[in-house]
């Protein structure tokens, strides 16, 4: 290409060189770029040619050159809107979306220049980057304002921006006005459904969308899959993958590894493990799901084995996996790997990492070592709600209500942290262990009160322990039968073991007929009832539940120790 432009006997112009250009861009092939642009120099014409100047800006911007596509930009001392949209999507696409809104507002406030959609592409991805929702919906004002909103790529960045930032109802809203839709704008959808949780939502509109003629891509099946794994939804999942074989798109990577954490989320290890050994592409992401599919299952130990598995094919761990295996050694609660494992982490540079302390702060409170938590906790820069939490919790663990208490109190007070569900959790269990009935009350009424948070069912399950423990039995099925939602499986079974405590045979009979009809494959609640029968003298209902556990086949599940031996872990059952 360059010695055809330095030899052709025609002069090149100004169409052909931005069409060499782009194809340099195209190619990341910037030392050539680099040389074109050499060429141009010599002729004044060509080089101060606005398309051939959005060329070469595309060029350096293609090839992460923000610097050169700067100086390009300078050059021009009245820039168009296609030089300024060059630059703003250059920084966007560059990952610099601070420096691209920062361009587009120098763009419309200090030069007057009108952007057209284009620019606004990728100003909207520039506030989906930054999870900026605010200044987003102005920037869908200004779209609406222009009269841009019904393009259909820049309503696509518009639901984008909605599904990164979670806001599930301007998206709803979006969605529901678009006169056209393609399979990205389904896409989309479905993703700001799954990724709030709404599975049903994913779920149907992903059937309305093939009801309509669209045919997912690997895009769509991802999300999808996604929601089948929150809502631990198997036989759809199973569907998802057969149009995902179907579609000969099973194994690609990004579908194979949401299939790998639908299995295991539905506890289908062999299904999970099958598709992880014929994937071809066995990045950190995917050996990430698998170690902590099996944390989740509890197969903790199998998690170890197969990070050992991962070091031994050569696939370097990040930051992400580094927290899967903390999780798996909490779970065994063996702390001479872990000591290894966390001097892996500083070795790599990944102990700055809020997430990472998290899980490190995690894993010294289940192991035992509770000063070794505080030291990570003190010892953090920035300390994110999940620190907090975890911190709150590892007291918990302990017995100590009362440096529970204070942390709580200290991160309301002196930080722009704000609880949420999983920190109302943690400082109420701590209550519960230490018996600390009026201030776990007390929290839990300041939960929607003060902070908006609604209680779910597992707020209502600790306290109802809690009020159980103090032997506030009546004080707690009270607030069973006022519960605004349906309580669980794990609200009764608080309650049924305060009445074991306690001696209330009538009330754990209560618990009990709720239990049952609720779960009632779960051998753990029989057996608590047949220990309260037992410590009762009933000894006729003890056996008659006893019975009805042989006739059904139940098993307790078998509880997992660990022994660290040497390098090994042997895990017992």
Known sequence: ?????????????????????????????????????????????????????????????????????????????????????????????????????????????????????????SVVSACAQLANLRGGKSVHGFIIRMGYDTGLSLVNSLLNLYVKTGSVDNGKKLFGMMYEKDVITWSSMIACYAQDGKTTEALNLFHKMIENGFQPN?????????????????????????????????????????????????????????????????????????????????????????????????????????????????????????????????????????????????????????????????????RDVVVWSAMIAGYGIHGLGQEALRTFNQMIETSVVKPNSVTFLSILSACSHAGFLDEGVNIFNRMEREYDIEPNSEHYGVVVDLLGRTGKLDEALRMIEQMPIPPGPHVWGALLGACRIHGNVTMGDIAAKHLLRLDPEHAGYYLLLSNMYGEDGKWENMTQIRTMVKMKGLNKLPGQSSIETGSRVVASY
């Open 218 to 382: 690997s895009v769509t099946m991802v999300s999808a899959l996604q929601a089948c794994s929150a809502a631990s939804n198997l036989g759809e999942g199973k569907k998802i993958h057969e149009l995902a074989r179907q579609k000969s798109i099973e194994l690609e990577r990004s579908v194979c590894t949401a299939l790998i954490d639908m299995y295991m989320k539905c506890s289908r290890l062999d299904d999970a493990i099958d598709l992880f050994r014929r994937s071809p592409q066995k990045d950190v992401v995917v050996w990430s799901v698998l170690i902590s599919g099996c944390a989740q299952n509890g197969q903790a130990n199998t998690s170890l084995q197969i990070f050992n598995s991962m070091l031994c094919s050569g696939c370097r761990p990040d930051a992400v996996t580094m927290v899967k295996v903390l999780m798996a050694c909490s779970e065994l609660v063996i702390l001479q790997q872990a000591l290894c494992y966390h001097g892996y982490l500083i070795a790599s540079g990944f102990d700055d990492k809020v997430y990472v302390g998290a899980a490190l702060i995690d894993l010294y409170s289940k192991c035992g070592c509770l000063n070794d938590s505080i030291k990570v906790f003190e010892g953090m820069s920035e």
């Open 1 to 121: 290409m360059v010695s055809s432009i330095s030899t052709m006997s025609d002069k090149p112009d100004k169409f052909s060189v931005p069409i060499a250009l782009k194809g340099c861009a195209g190619l990341a092939a910037l030392k050539v770029g680099r040389i074109i642009h050499g060429f141009l120099k010599k002729d004044d014409e060509i080089n101060s040619d606005m398309f051939v100047g959005s060329a070469l800006i595309e060029l350096y911007s293609k090839c992460g050159e923000m610097d050169d596509a700067l100086r390009v930009f300078k050059e021009f001392p009245c820039p168009d809107v296609v030089l300024w949209t060059s630059m703003v999507s250059g920084y966007q696409q560059n990952g610099n979306s601070e420096q691209a809104l920062l361009f587009f507002s120098q763009m419309v406030m200090k030069e007057g220049v009108v952007p057209d959609p284009v620019t606004l592409v």
